[in-house]
């Protein structure tokens, strides 16, 4: 199991629940891991405060995806999600409560009863630290089933021969060893990629490492050009700010005090996708209607909400813009502005978390994904609210099941030699530690993230997007020079973050192909050029393959929608909310 985040420990408690021996290997301690920043919510048609049925949830997923959600998986996690929330609560999870006892909901972005026709509170929640909640409760699970947890170890290449995974190397932080792990299975949870643009909700460690692995064996990465910016990160800091903020009644205003998204969404207002509210922020601070001293970000009113709201049910996003922004929500407007929140694309999977090596259904055989790391396909362009808690624990979970009863079949893999399988993790290293080059690796992690803030953002258009990629070509021959001040092996930071630079280089390079590729606006991925849906044309799924012949090259391929789920179909509409 690589990553002890949501979907890496519900995996491998799963893995652990079907008689199989489990490691977990994770670049951090896993209560520390990137779930913990999830603040509002799981969503889930418990119907606790409201009628809900999963087939409204599965509606919104995919309208909320734009039609790009494959619908099959739409409907798994639909269904699936509602006996997983409750069984997260059996398991301890301290969910936040009606005054009947029953597990609290409340209503989030996208979330609607009967098909659009209104909000519904359907976001389960723990206050606004949802994520860390289930953090605690899976690990200590874990610690109950048995896990045997290898904590600040970093993978660095994945063992692949003749089309099946035969285990992987990582690098042990405390001792600068290369450790090779034999695996009869192996699946990946390690998160996202976030940390390739300058403001995002990610933590430091979401640089997109397993991805790239499998991108540069030349298998491909799944519809990479669609990334969400979560509309409300704090001013400057992009540090997130929960959707259940304006669930719980925030409101979004302007330099003039007006709630701007009436005139953009006017039936859900501030409760719109994402995709729509993140636009519209911008369009705001564009047509210059921003506030601050750059007139780079908009206000979230909770003054009209009671104290014990603010202070009870938002508490952690409360104290958090107390001590860095200084303001008070009980009585202030706190500046906001969109950050970089989520990958939608990733290692494609099917719905048991298998590893897809083409986009017409062929496998990597003993390889399995789950979480942002990966894409079933169930976020399609663009994620629903609460999705990505709902998604860890569903696609965990089949995940570590599928890998358990994989792994009870087989015998071991064979395996090549240590010195051979370790031989591309050595020379990685041995180049960023003792090569003669002289270039800096933050210098070009700042340009990086700068020029893809700027050219692969919100807006995008392709001369934008063409420069960027000229861009990424020159930051990667310049990546090659790259050589550390210090050559330690031991708790060498410096060394971590040059490598974790290139795996970042090759995501921005998949990303940014993709996005260029694709010639129309579709959920996150909006074209200044091509302004409108295009079905006829692009109502498939994007994969990005790593030319193995030809440095900087990449090669785009295709797979289908599955538009169907199987009891029925969501047909494309308008883009309109």
Not at 264 to 288: C, F, M
Not at 381 to 394: E, I, K, Y
């Amino acid at each position: 199991m690589v990553g002890a985040g949501g979907a890496g420990l519900m995996a491998a408690l799963y893995a652990a629940k079907g008689n199989v021996s489990v490691a977990c290997i994770s670049k951090l301690y896993p209560t520390r891991s990137h779930t913990g920043a999830a603040q509002g919510g799981i969503g889930a048609a418990l119907g606790n405060v409201q009628e809900d049925h999963w087939e409204w949830h599965m509606f919104d997923t995919v309208k909320g995806g734009d039609y790009l959600t494959d619908q099959d998986a739409a409907e798994v996690f639909a269904k699936d999600i509602i006996d997983a929330v409750y069984e997260l609560e059996h398991m301890g999870l301290p969910f936040s409560r009606t005054p009947e006892g029953k597990i609290a909901q409340r209503k989030f972005g996208g979330h609607t009863r009967d098909f659009g026709k209104a909000a519904v509170e359907r976001s389960c929640y723990a206050k606004d630290r949802t994520g860390h909640m289930i953090l605690q409760t899976l690990y200590q699970q874990n610690v109950k089933a048995g896990t045997t947890f290898f904590n600040e170890f970093h993978v660095t290449d994945l063992l692949i021969e003749d089309g099946r995974c035969q285990g992987l190397v990582a690098y042990e932080l405390s001792t600068g060893e290369l450790h090779t792990f034999h695996a009869k299975a192996v699946i990946l949870a390690a998160g996202g990629y976030g940390r390739v643009f300058k403001i995002t909700s990610n933590a430091l460690t979401l640089t997109g490492d397993l991805m790239s692995i499998y991108y540069r064996k030349g298998l491909p990465l799944e519809d990479m050009e669609f990334y969400q910016f979560h509309p409300t990160g704090l001013a400057k800091l992009g540090i997130l700010v929960t959707e259940g903020i304006r669930g719980e009644g925030g409101i979004l205003r302007n330099d003039s005090g007006e709630r701007f998204m009436e005139r953009y969404a006017p039936t859900i207002k501030d409760l719109a996708p994402r995709d729509i509210v993140s636009r519209s922020i911008i369009t705001e601070i564009r047509e210059g209607r921003g506030v601050g001293r750059d007139k780079d970000a908009v206000n979230i009113d909770l003054t009209h909400l009671p104290r014990e709201v603010i202070e009870g049910k938002l508490a952690e996003i409360t104290d958090l813009a107390r001590t860095y922004l200084g303001m008070d929500p009980v009585k202030d407007l706190v500046p906001i502005q969109p950050t970089a929140h989520y990958a939608m694309g990733g290692i494609p999977t099917n719905l048991d978390g298998l590893c897809l090596s083409d986009g017409s259904g062929g496998t990597v055989e003993g390889l399995y994904a789950a979480g942002e790391q990966a894409c079933v396909s169930l976020h399609g362009a663009n994620r629903l609210g609460t999705n990505s808690l709902g998604d860890l624990v569903v696609f965990g979970r089949r995940a570590g099941i599928a890998a358990a009863k994989y792994a009870r079949q087989v015998e071991y893999p064979d395996m090549p030699e240590p010195g051979e399988a370790q031989r591309e993790s050595v020379d990685l290293f041995e180049r960023l530690r003792n090569g003669s080059g002289k270039e800096n690796a933050a210098a070009i992690r700042k340009e990086l993230q700068e020029s893809m803030m700027n050219n692969v953002g919100i807006f995008r258009n392709g001369k934008d997007m063409a420069a960027q990629v000229d861009i990424i070509k020159e930051l990667k021959a310049r990546y090659q020079g790259v050589t550390v001040s210090d050559p330690s092996r031991r708790y060498n930071s410096e060394l971590i973050e040059a490598m974790e630079l290139g795996f970042m280089l090759d995501c921005a390079e998949a990303m940014t192909a993709s996005a260029l590729n694709r010639t129309e606006s579709r959920g996150a991925h909006d074209r200044e050029d091509f302004t409108e849906r295009n079905d006829a044309e692009w109502l498939k799924h994007t994969m990005a393959y790593k030319n193995l012949n030809k440095a900087d090259d990449v090669i785009i391929g295709y797979k289908p929608v599955a538009l169907k789920g199987f009891t029925r179909a969501f047909e494309p509409k308008p883009r309109v909310y």
